[in-house]
DNA sequence: AACAAGACCTGCATGC
DNA sequence: TGCATGCAGGTCTTGT
């Protein structure tokens, strides 16, 4: 389901409600989801206090007060859901937590490609998942000189390393169709190309729609549900993803479909170069 | 080393 | 109605 601004959107809705917050019980009910779970977990997190959530890429992380962090990735379908009271409880709510003020925090994902881990942390280096991650695209540190220079020499599409989150963390399959046809560049140009002008356009784009998709509260089409139930307003932005043979909003145009590394790509002929 | 395909899993829409 | 097929917002692993 969820990239970045999915991901940022639940971690600012449980913030308010986490953050100082001591886990008075953990319901868990699948000892695996993507990988097997920490040995223990419902019992090494009960009586932890917890800080404010923070994001890396598409990961949330939760600093406990026994010096453990908790790691939460969504995959494709996971959801995180908020209740003042405890709920009724659903088939694929697979770890829930209940607070000392009484409210629960419900973790759901029918097919299971999240994931949830526990890790030191003080580790250096730090969890394997977060270190092979590359640069943060709403930080400072991304910019088009760094664009370029993590594109050069690279043969793929740009729409395929785009979604490499070693270079870039946090795009997903939405949002790279929507800022390639932002920038007016082909997702099947090569990677390499890009430079320059270019560069400056696909950087800006990126931050401009993260930014903005974030701030509507991500995009619903299936899965993703804001923590407190309410749906994200992107769906209504997006130009491209999902708009095969809709006329492009520039040109008038069909936009296009194609299949690019087993993943759909969405564009305009016309205007994408 | 870089890249593409395969794998993981469930649910839903579509078409026969 | 039932069944097969294909597709879905991710990403690690395997194979070329």
Not at 164 to 177: E, F, T
Request: aromatic share 6%; net charge positive; glycine share 8%.
């Amino acid at each position: 389901m969820p990239e970045l601004p999915e991901v940022e959107t639940v971690r600012a809705a449980l913030e308010p409600v986490i953050s100082g917050q001591v886990i008075a019980f953990v319901r868990l009910t699948r000892a695996d989801l993507r990988w097997p779970l920490p040995e223990y977990l419902d019992k090494r997190l009960v009586g932890q206090r917890c800080s404010a959530p923070k994001r890396r890429s598409k990961y949330i992380l939760i600093d406990l007060s026994n010096q453990e962090t908790l790691l939460i990735h969504l995959g494709m379908s996971g959801a995180i859901r908020l209740y003042n009271q405890k709920p009724n409880f659903a088939k694929h709510d697979h770890f829930s937590v209940e607070l000392e003020s009484g409210q629960w925090v419900v973790f759901s994902d029918p097919r299971r490609f999240g994931h949830l881990d526990l890790f030191a942390s003080a580790a250096t280096p730090t969890h394997p998942l977060l270190s092979v991650l590359g640069v943060e695209p709403l930080s400072d540190e991304f910019t088009d000189r760094e664009l370029t220079s993590l594109m050069r020499g690279r043969k793929t599409p740009i729409k395929s390393a785009l979604l490499d989150q070693r270079l870039i963390a946090g795009l997903g399959n939405i949002y790279v169709s929507e800022v390639l046809f932002r920038s007016g560049i082909s997702p099947r140009r090569k990677a390499g190309t890009i430079a320059g002008q270019r560069a400056v356009r696909l950087t800006e784009a990126i931050k401009a729609v993260l930014s903005e998709a974030t701030s509507a509260g991500g995009t619903s089409l299936r899965d993703h549900i804001q923590p407190g139930g309410e749906i994200g307003y992107f769906a209504q932005n997006l130009c491209v993803y999902g708009q095969a043979g809709q006329p492009c909003v520039n040109c008038g145009l069909a936009i296009k479909h194609i299949i690019q590394s087993g993943r759909s790509s969405f564009y305009c002929p016309s205007c994408q170069r």
